[in-house]
């Protein structure tokens, strides 16, 4: 059996779903339909599925998941400094928080709002690219989404039109006693040579719930996405996100992930170079502890020649902690004169904590230079010593040794307050304090 | 400098195609098509074995039944017919076994000449180096040379098949000892049905005065090749072993399935070298072998096992020779070379399961697919909780020559132990442009010129196999990628 | 016969046209420097006369011996005895230098009609090569090029001249990245091999390599053209008033 129990997922689905936002509209009935048949047929995965093989469901499948509602305690948003004054969207337990939000002041032209909001005021749009991307395949989780698709982010960017400011998202997680589920789907299309930034924020304060997020994601010819993504869940939450870029020519692709929270938590994202010229860069940092679980998995599809990319992982790993980064480059027939390169590298520092790494080059074009390199091991003993020979106590030690290697990943992100507030929430990960 | 120079000189002669394409004209002796507890008991009796012996072979044999066949490597070909196949030929003089060389059957030996087998050469060989040599031949061994010289040290190596008559209590208390019978598809389906094959034993603090040598070659058509080897280094020993593997020219597929144990005692090493050559294929696919090959090896304390190949034949490559490195400071290596031409498809690699403390491995792999072929490397490296202070290095290299291959790698690291320490690097690219200019510029033509770049790419795994196998190997490679360029 | 005329050479990389109707005579054991400023097409023209995948000759005519060397490979030109002394000899890792060298030569003595070498002749006369050359035994051990210094890469040139004894060796920037105690130590090896048989085309952008490999004819090539000729003399004008008044006076 490759196939768990849908740990009640899709309860009641038939009824539920008729009172989901747009319900009624042929084309939202048939898309949802669709994952919600997809993911019955499928379940929750494995690890005798390949792509599965690491990272285990058991504690996600164990009991099964209600339906989330509105929080009965206040919840907030922890400041954030992202330099400029972000456009916010909050997002509570799956749904948009009015109260929360400020998304004022955004130019004239574009789309941003709320998912369930434009299933009313731009359904023309969401009908051209929803599910699209995000194509339901062997992907359980995006199925699933599918199938609850209710809110999330709409965001439309016009030709040319760059939005200085960034775009905040952030997902609230606060279900107290209730075990319960949300499936946020994001949308964000630029026009040829538009520029965002967005910054996902997943913070979580208490409860056992999963957070099923899926990104479509659309650039069009020269359009330039920048992607920040911050996970910190609460303890016990699950946190799986898929995001689905297509990247058209000279189109450019940057997504940074942080990964410190939840009890499982998986990150995928797949990327489709599709025409010459295109670029990604997929960095992020993975800190865990406890008994946390916390997988990468990229694939980046190079399907066009001239394209580029380029990946910087790294994870530190204590108490009982496992990591998983899977990073996968397929080069296509056709595309000639790629240029790839991956590296992915893992600190265990206690001697419970645990780290599988499957770095992939599948290539089918000759005129190529692709490279990864993975390495595991343990902070480095002569530095280590050379430090406290130096007057610096052991765990002062081991925490600058710590900073200084996640901080090789961190210096990738390319905006410079974005990669201040990244780096401060890594070095209080240390601290205990994330 | 000579030995340099010298396989210079053969490089250049690299220009023949697959060479070893001829068919020997033997009486076989056959058991019936198709494979069933009877098969498993005709083998048996064929071969005489103890009570013992059939009952584990019918319970690989009932194990196998159970199993379904590994669908993960990246090679495709069709169902293969388990019931359409010979699982036991047996040149027809095996009844009386030659005692010597000279017994031979003359055809065979002529089958041994052609394949450059230096059988009749001995004192040529002992002037240069000495090798014993076990030929196998349609999975029955021919002739083993060397016997007296080895047995004054009390080194036993001979056929399997005569290992379980001569020396049971060995045979019973190893064999299945490294890959169980229920190990997997392949390894279970040899298990019932292996017909000979080769074994070693050094004893304790021998260390073996020549290279041991095994030839294996499949000649009858529709048979399978189940060919099972069994070394043991008893504690402090040292053997180097070869390996070589060719078959004719056939239209259809021919199946080889081979298990290989190694057990390696304590502060034992043993190298094994092989140059597989099986049949391929042609230009369009039709015909090759399917090398479905199970190896592993066990390393106690200090114990030492070297792994290196040259994978230039067969249609469909499936092989990840292994090492179990559970005595502490015990050391695993894998040194390969695969090439892949025209529709070949190669899917091998390597485990390293590090149990021990301060266990070490090292990996090099060089791939280079050329036509319309496939090509994988896989392997995995474990660091176990208990192997504090182990190290694995890692090193993948593809060269891509035209645009219709492919070339992928697919690493599976696994660490349990922070003071495991373990660096993986691969890089995939193709034959510089500028190498080949410059090449030709001085007056090489430009396939010569390929040849000699790809000879340079493999050094490092080239330089560890045994001299006169270096040899032979840098010849494959001129030889495996003809009419890969222009 | 001359053993080089090049007639109106026109060439073009990635469809630009670099050389624009270059005319040159070289007889036998002449040695010519073609001098220019960056970008004027020299390396070009040493890569269209050695035949590099690439650089196309649009129109124009050259004769090598008088044969038309445009329609031959690469490996037959080096065969017929032009040598390209490359700007930046390329690394080939794994293949030791030995190797490469007997393998050159068999090549080239095939090509000719000689015997090839069996590995006792081919070391007798690589040994007698790199004692003439002061060029250590070590060096030939080594993998190709790899690893191997500035200098030493451009003896390893010199040597392979030396030994595959051309009839035009084509020297392109020889002088790049040396110093001046390996500058005089290329250039002896270089002029140790001045032959009467041996014409030499030596490339450079600057007048000091010609102080030591002095030259027959100097010629100034700028913008794909040759627009200025003369004796050795000439290289020192250059040097003295610089390529831009040079040029200007021709223009």
Redesign the interface.
């Known amino acids: 059996m490759n196939a768990m129990t849908d740990a009640g997922l899709l309860r009641d689905y038939e009824t539920h779903a008729a009172t989901l936002p747009g319900a009624g509209s042929g084309w939202l009935d048939g898309l949802r339909k669709g994952g919600a048949h997809r993911f019955e047929g499928l379940g929750l995965p494995t690890r005798r599925v390949?792509e599965w093989k690491y990272t285990d469901l058991r504690t996600l499948a164990s009991d099964p998941f209600g339906h989330a509602h509105e929080p009965d305690a206040d919840v907030s948003v922890p400041d954030m400094d992202l330099g400029a004054e972000p456009y916010r969207a909050v997002f509570v337990n799956g749904h948009f928080h009015a109260g929360l939000s400020d998304l004022t002041g955004l130019p004239d032209g574009l789309v941003a709002l709320p998912l369930a909001q434009a299933m009313q005021n731009s359904k023309a749009f969401l009908e051209s690219y929803l599910g699209r991307v995000a194509t339901l395949g062997r992907r359980h989780f995006v199925a699933l989404n599918t199938a609850w698709l209710a809110d999330g982010f709409a965001l439309y960017v016009p030709d040319g039109m760059t939005i200085e400011r960034p775009i905040e998202l952030v997902f609230i997680g606060a279900t107290g006693d209730t075990r319960a589920a949300w499936h946020p789907r994001n949308l964000f299309v630029l026009h040829p040579g538009a520029q965002a930034t967005i910054v996902e924020r997943h913070i979580g304060q208490t409860g056992t719930y999963l957070s099923n997020t899926v990104a479509e994601i659309v650039l069009a010819t020269g359009a330039r996405l920048n992607h920040f993504k911050l996970q910190d869940e609460a303890a016990d939450a699950f946190h799986i996100a898929t995001t689905q870029i297509h990247a058209s020519a000279d189109a450019v692709y940057e997504n940074f992930s942080l990964m410190t929270g939840s009890s499982v938590a998986r990150n995928q994202i797949a990327i489709e170079l599709q025409a010459p010229g295109s670029s990604c860069m997929l960095n992020g940092a993975y800190l865990g502890r406890g008994k946390q679980q916390l997988d990468t998995t990229t694939l980046i599809d190079h399907a066009a020649p001239d394209c580029k990319s380029s990946e910087v992982y790294k994870g530190a790993l204590d108490e009982r902690s496992k990591g998983v980064f899977q990073g996968r480059i397929v080069v296509r027939?056709?595309a000639?004169r790629t240029n790839g390169h991956q590296s992915n590298k893992?600190l265990?520092?206690?001697?419970k904590?645990?780290?599988?790494?499957?770095?992939?080059?599948?290539?089918?074009?000759?005129?190529?230079?692709?490279?990864?390199?993975?390495?595991?091991?343990?902070l480095d003993e002569h530095a280590l010593f050379y430090l406290r020979a130096r007057g610096i106590p052991l765990e002062e030690a081991r925490g600058l040794l710590i900073d200084a290697f996640v901080d090789g990943a961190i210096d990738e992100i390319s905006n410079a307050a974005i990669r201040e507030a990244f780096r401060s929430h890594a070095k209080a990960w240390q601290g205990g304090n994330s | 400098m000579a030995a340099v120079l010298e396989t210079i000189e053969t490089v250049g002669e690299a220009t023949d195609k697959y060479k070893h394409g001829f068919v020997t004209e033997i009486e076989m002796d056959r058991a019936p098509k198709g494979l069933s507890e009877d098969t498993v008991r005709f083998i048996s009796a064929k071969k005489n074995e103890p009570e013992w012996l059939l009952e584990w072979r019918l319970e690989a044999y009932r194990h196998w039944l159970t199993m379904t066949e590994p669908m993960w490597a990246r090679v495709g070909y069709p169902p293969i017919d388990y019931q359409d196949s010979y699982y036991y030929a047996a040149p027809k003089s095996d009844a009386d076994r030659p005692k010597s060389l000279d017994e031979v059957d003359p055809a065979l030996l002529d089958t041994y000449a052609k394949l450059g087998i230096p059988l009749k050469e001995q004192e040529v060989l002992a002037g240069v180096r000495n090798v014993a040599i076990d030929a196998v031949f349609d999975s029955v061994s021919v002739a083993t040379t060397f016997k007296d010289r080895l047995e004054k040290d009390g080194i036993i190596f001979c056929a399997i098949s005569e290992a379980i008559q001569d020396h049971p209590e060995l045979v019973r208390k190893y064999m299945g000892s490294v890959v169980p019978t229920s190990d997997n598809f392949y390894a279970a389906l040899n298990s019932a049905v292996f017909t000979d094959g080769s074994f070693c034993y050094i004893p304790k603090g021998v260390r073996c005065p020549m290279e041991l040598s095994t030839y294996f070659r499949i000649n009858a058509a529709e048979t399978g090749q189940f060919e099972r080897t069994l070394i043991v280094a008893d504690e402090g020993s040292y053997v180097s072993y070869l390996e070589g593997c060719t078959a004719p020219q056939r239209d259809e597929n021919q199946l080889h399935a081979a298990v290989v144990e190694l057990i390696a005692m304590d502060d034992a090493e043993i190298k094994y070298s092989t140059v597989q050559n099986w049949y391929p294929g042609d230009e369009d696919g039709k015909g090759g072998i399917y090398n479905f090959v199970t190896k592993r090896g066990l390393c106690e304390k200090r114990a030492k096992i070297s792994w290196t190949q040259v994978e230039t034949g067969s249609a469909i490559t499936w092989k990840y020779p292994s090492c179990i490195l559970k005595g502490d400071d015990s050391v695993g290596e894998f040194y390969s070379v695969a090439i892949t031409n025209n529709r070949q498809q190669a899917d091998t690699g390597t485990k390293m399961l590090h149990i021990g403390k301060n266990t070490r491995s090292r990996i090099i792999a060089k791939g280079i697919s050329a036509g319309k072929s496939q090509s994988t490397y896989r392997g995995q490296v474990r660091m176990n909780a208990m192997a504090h202070g182990a190290k694995n290095y890692t090193q993948c290299d593809s060269l891509l020559i035209g645009d219709e291959c492919g070339a992928h790698t697919v690493p599976y690291i696994e660490s349990k132990n922070r003071s495991a320490r373990v660096e993986h690097e691969a890089t995939t690219s193709k034959v510089s442009d500028d190498q080949l200019f410059y090449c030709r510029q001085r007056g090489i033509p430009e396939e010569e010129a390929l040849t000699l770049i790809v000879n340079g790419f493999c050094r490092e795994v080239l330089q560890e196999l045994p001299m006169e196998f270096a040899v032979e190997a840098q010849k494959l490679v001129g030889i495996s990628l003809e009419g890969s360029v222009g | 016969m001359n053993i080089l005329s090049i007639k109106d050479l026109h060439a073009t990389v990635d469809g630009k046209e670099i050389l624009k109707g270059i005319n040159l005579e070289m007889g036998a054991g002449e040695v010519h420097a073609i001098m220019g400023p960056n970008g004027s097409g020299k390396s070009t023209l040493s890569y269209v006369l050695s035949g590099r995948d690439g650089y196309e000759v649009s129109k124009g005519e050259v004769l090598y011996k008088g044969e038309n060397l445009m329609e031959m490979l690469p490996e037959e030109r080096a065969q017929a005895g032009v040598f390209l002394a490359f700007q930046y000899p390329v690394e080939i890792p794994g293949v030791p230098t030995v190797t490469f060298l007997k393998q050159a030569m068999n090549s080239v003595r095939k090509a000719r009609g000689e015997k090839e070498l069996d590995a006792f002749e081919f070391k007798k006369i690589m040994d007698a090569r790199l004692k003439e050359l002061s060029i250590v035994n070590d060096m030939v051990r080594r993998a190709l090029n790899t690893g191997f210094s500035g200098g030493e890469k451009k003896r390893m040139e010199v040597l392979q001249m030396a030994m595959l004894e051309p009839s035009l060796a084509i020297l392109d920037e020889t002088d790049s990245g040396l110093d001046i105690d390996a500058l005089k130590t290329v250039a002896d090896g270089v002029n140790a091999l001045r032959a009467e048989d041996r014409s030499m085309l030596v490339i450079t952008h600057y007048q000091r390599l010609l102080d030591y490999i002095v030259p027959d004819h100097v010629h100034v090539l700028s913008a794909g053209r040759i627009i200025l000729s003369g004796d050795k003399s000439l290289a020192l004008e250059l040097e003295e008033k610089g390529y831009a008044d040079i040029v200007a006076a021709a223009a």
Do not use: F, M, N, R
């Open positions: 390949e027939k056709d000639q893992a265990l520092l206690s001697d904590a645990e780290i599988d790494a499957k770095p992939e080059l599948e290539i089918y074009a000759d005129d190529v230079v692709c490279s990864h390199g993975a390495t595991v091991g343990e």
